[in-house]
């Protein structure tokens, strides 16, 4: 499952929970960077056709 950081709670309920990494002391790799943006496209793509089927009004 693959989250954004409000759901921080979820990986003691979900053990296969996935969410962005970020760290004070290490700077992130390039992977690591390359998997949060391709993590955030998903999550605004998903919210932004979640809330287009939400307010869709039939005529």
Known sequence: MITDTGYQGIQKIHNNSELPKKNKKNPLT??????NLNRCKRFGLRFNLISGIYNFELP
């Open 30 to 35: 390039k992977n690591d960077k390359k998997n």
